[in-house]
């Protein structure tokens, strides 16, 4: 399977570290030009997210992976290889409280909530929810934490910076009492290792707990394959240790 991937700093690189282990054929493309792009209007980014679909598809992929804002919004479409919605699925399933939270920035946060808050209406509770008494309807928390994709690129996972940043944005969701965690972004999944030190009672899922990826993706024909293009001026990211170690 040829899968696709796009990019304009991190954001979603980090699915390599897992995406490897299924020998897949993976197209990335690099363009710096608009980085952050999740800092820009949603028009704004429609316009190179359409582009960067055409380009990958032009390299004959399969399935595109696309940032968990457009996947659902691209959701119908037959490219789409849908990631972030089996996230959605194993992280409701978790929940006995009802209460998820929601992070990273707040364009994303308002999208994806909405998108969430329809969702659940035909979602069906397991039976170990339904024993839960107080389990009425999902409530959705969300918290600002987009100053952490600045972090990826200038500081080291084990820097005491960010150990304190995400202790201290965590603490919003024990506050609200939310018993389980959600992304907006892979961005997050740079520092995983450390959410999952310091969540406490927070469920979060790391990308080991996908145990949906082998029905996406398991073939015995599969061969491993990595390429990368890039436009832009990417020499910034290029020359970066971490892209190094992820492009490896």
Sequence with gaps: MRVGIFTSGLENLSLLKILKQYNLEIVVYINQDCWPLEDKSIDFQRKYVEEWIKFLLSKKVDKIILHPLWEIKFLKEDFILPLYRNIIDQTLKYSIV??????WNEIDLSEVKNFLEN???????????KKNKKFWDFKFYTKDISVWKYNTVVLGKRNWMIRKLIKTDLRYFFDCNVDSILPTTYDVYHFEHIINQKKKKLHFQRMKDWKFLEDLFWSPENKYSLEVYTQGN?????????????LK
């Design 98 to 103: 009802w209460k998820i939270g929601l992070f």
């Design 119 to 129: 969702y659940v209406k035909t979602y069906h509770p397991t039976d170990r929810q």
């Design 234 to 246: 990417t020499n910034l990211f290029l020359n970066n240790k971490k892209w190094q170690v992820f």
